[in-house]
């Protein structure tokens, strides 16, 4: 995505590095405003404008100085609720830098977009600037928004009837009124300017205008309100309070959040950066659980991990799960409030149009428009997302020794079992298993969902039903997480005998009907397809078997030495797909590149096998990948190898932020140190031995109701009470 980004949650605003979103208006109905060009051969809109609740309420937002675009001359870091854009108004008919700069200060909040616009004239003498504000609302659903931008095949509007859309001039003060609606569906912006003196306000059709008069060394400043009406349409006669109330809010949540989070300071200068990148992302990715608010009073709620920008603002509960996981470091209070959230989320029904059956954890919730009128959310098609809320659930009780919270949760977690233990099982040969029953359903519906990741060495693809090797081994740690659970805290101590000894037989078996015998030396395969066949492909998913603790012993130094070897290892991270694959690409989805959270998976993964030094070696590759990315990690790195390309390249679609990428370097850092909580004790050790040439202290790392400061030198970890 080139540009920027505005985001406070499943709020957020997507533009060009000007700030502006949108088509140019040549050809447009109420087109130029005075002395204005249209700004013809600019590029279609494609994922621009803002967005709430999986809507896009703007479809256009451009200024205009003089009739054109403001030349940027660069912009604070983005994917925050506040992003400042600094530009110059062009004069190219005058020598020399243009007179008037330009700030344009743009936020986000739950309430909706402001903008404050600041004018500077520079020069010796009086300037006369046109500002021009055009604006547009297409209320379309995400998945048309992706459509438009040739991401997923075309389907208009699903047979239902067409949006209705309106635009109305309010009046001075409130503005513009627009608004959507279709059985089912309303939705409504109004649009405001509060303007300094000296300049002369007018009006066009999708547009406001003001004619400047600057004298010499003066400024001048506008005010811009979208406010979000939700379904009521009910204009508000002082939009601009309303929005500087939300950002109050916003922002003492974000200090509120950042304040939480450890302090870390270390000799790596990439490391610190990509730390400080992460938890700025992971601050602003945080949303509301799907139906409930923030009120004018709380700080933080109930805000869990949205799974990453533009496409996936939403409760996704494998994303959410395992950022989640990732980051329990930084604190229980997102683990907590994903748990509550899924929990309320889970199915009470067998649903095959939305695969849903009882116990399961959801894969999806989105608002739009289409899917609020076809019925098609929730949406229950993960075969992981289940066991891994069983592991989040154990991993919070090991960090936080939170009785209350698991004896919540009791009823929840014991039906999660049960969706494990039951209709899992599709064949019967004791495995977690997919398959769609939805048409309209995913294919594959383990963490690599897209419809051709499930390959056998030769190419070929596997038919479900299909048993994911990963997920087997989130089923198997989710049983042993479970049964410290039961014994500990709902006094069940049949329950976790029994949990334990199913473990037991489940990792036997695993290695059994698992195992790959190849040339050099075996590995787990992909798979086990409707056949039993393996799926005999050697893919990243083999470290995800280390993390989880299913993995024989006896595998694992060929496990290990296959995961750093040349054709899973780029440099940068761990391939989805063995590069010596029929089926290996480096720039496809699932079967090639690099996703930067399931290296840091394999990370963990290694340091639970004690294998501290290929642990750091992906730390630094992780890391490294950060610094040329000015400290952000994205969704998707091509596979090629780093010797080949020296910089690491970024997929073409990629989400940026997003959650489980952004809390990558956090989860490759707590492996490196060996971080380990004990429930038992209520204590915080480190294991681990991190590389021998980083230094570095972690102050207030939260376990057990304590905070923890975590010292680095030497190759050596230490924790002490803060």
Request: some cysteine; charged content about 20%.
């Amino acid at each position: 995505m080139v540009g920027l980004t505005v985001l406070d949650g499943n709020r957020f605003y997507v533009a060009g590095p000007a700030g502006d979103a949108g088509p140019g208006e040549a050809g447009l109905a109420g087109g130029a405003g005075p002395g204005e060009a249209g700004l013809a051969g600019e590029a279609g809109p494609g994922e621009q404008g803002f967005y709430a609740d999986d809507v896009r309420v703007l479809s256009r937002w451009r200024l205009t100085l003089n009739g054109r675009p403001i030349a940027p001359v660069g912009s604070t870091p983005d994917a925050a609720p506040v992003v400042t854009v600094h530009g110059q108004v062009p004069a190219p008919d005058r020598p020399g830098a243009p007179p008037v700069t330009v700030r344009r200060r743009l936020s986000v909040s739950r309430a909706g977009l402001a903008e404050t616009l600041t004018l500077t004239n520079h020069a010796t003498g009086p300037a006369r600037v046109l500002v021009r504000y055009g604006f547009a609302a297409d209320f379309l659903d995400l998945i048309e928004v992706k459509e438009q931008s040739g991401m997923v095949p075309s389907a208009p509007r699903r047979g239902l009837p067409p949006l209705s859309t309106a635009r109305r001039w309010l009046g001075d003060g409130p503005g513009w009124l627009l608004s959507a609606a279709v059985p089912g569906f309303a939705a409504a912006v109004q649009i405001c300017f509060d303007a300094d003196p000296g300049a002369v306000p007018g009006y066009a059709d999708g547009a406001t205008y003001f004619e400047v008069s600057l004298p010499a060394g003066a400024g001048w400043t506008v005010r811009a309100a979208v406010l979000l009406l939700g379904d009521r349409a009910e204009p508000s006669p002082d939009p601009a309070a309303v929005l500087a109330a939300a950002e109050a809010r916003t922002a003492a949540r974000q200090r509120d959040w950042a304040a939480a989070a450890p302090r870390l300071a270390t000799n790596w200068p990439g490391l610190a950066g990509a730390y400080r990148r992460a938890v700025a992302d992971l601050g602003a990715l945080r949303t509301p659980a799907p139906g409930s608010e923030l009120d004018g009073s709380e700080l933080d709620g109930e805000l869990l991990p949205a799974a990453g920008l533009p496409w996936f603002m939403t409760i996704f509960g494998r994303d959410t799960l395992i950022t989640c996981l990732q980051t329990l470091p930084l604190g229980p209070r997102p683990a907590r409030a994903a748990l509550r959230a899924l929990a309320a989320l889970q199915s009470t029904v067998d649903d095959p149009a939305r695969d849903a059956e009882p116990g399961k954890i959801v894969h999806e919730v989105r608002s739009g428009p289409i899917t609020r009128l076809t019925g098609t959310m929730p949406y229950y098609g993960s075969v992981d997302a289940t066991p891994l809320f069983l592991l989040l659930a154990a991993q919070t009780w090991r960090w936080t020794g939170d009785a209350a919270l698991l004896r919540e949760l009791e009823p929840a977690l014991r039906a999660a079992l049960s969706w494990m233990d039951g209709p899992a099982d599709l064949t019967g040969r004791g495995y977690l298993e997919f398959h769609r029953r939805s048409a309209a359903g995913l294919e594959v519906q383990s963490w690599k969902d897209s419809f051709n990741a499930m390959l056998f060495a030769d190419g070929r693809r596997a038919e479900s039903p299909i048993a994911g090797c990963e997920v087997q081994g989130d089923a198997d740690a989710a049983r042993l997480g479970l049964a410290e659970i039961a014994r500990a805290v709902w006094a069940d101590p049949a329950l976790a005998t029994r949990l334990e000894s199913d473990a037991a037989a489940l990792k036997a078996r695993f290695h059994r009907d698992f195992w790959v015998d190849t040339p050099a030396g075996g590995h787990y395969a992909l798979a086990l397809d409707r056949d039993g066949a393996r799926v005999d492909s050697l893919t990243s998913n083999i470290g995800h078997l280390l993390w989880t603790g299913i993995a024989a012993e006896s595998t694992v130094d060929r496990t290990v030495a296959a995961l750093l070897g040349p054709e899973l290892f780029t440099g940068w991270g761990i391939r989805t797909m063995s590069s010596a694959d029929a089926g290996y690409h480096p720039v496809e989805y699932h079967d090639g590149t690099v996703w930067p959270h399931d290296t840091s998976l394999v990370c963990l993964g290694l340091a639970r096998a004690g294998r501290y030094a290929e642990a750091g070696t992906l730390l630094r590759g992780l890391i490294d990948a950060a610094e040329h990315l000015d400290g952000r990690l994205p969704e998707v790195l091509a596979g090629f190898d780093r010797a080949d390309t020296g910089i690491p390249l970024v997929y073409p679609t990629t989400c940026v932020p997003q959650a489980w990428a952004a809390a990558a370097p956090i989860a490759a850092l707590t492996a490196t140190l060996g971080l380990t909580p004990d429930p038992g004790t209520g204590t915080l050790a480190a294991t681990g031995a991190p590389p021998a040439d980083l230094d570095l202290t972690l102050t207030g790392v939260a376990a057990h109701g304590r905070l923890w400061t975590v010292t680095a030198a030497g190759g050596k970890a230490t924790v002490t009470p803060a």
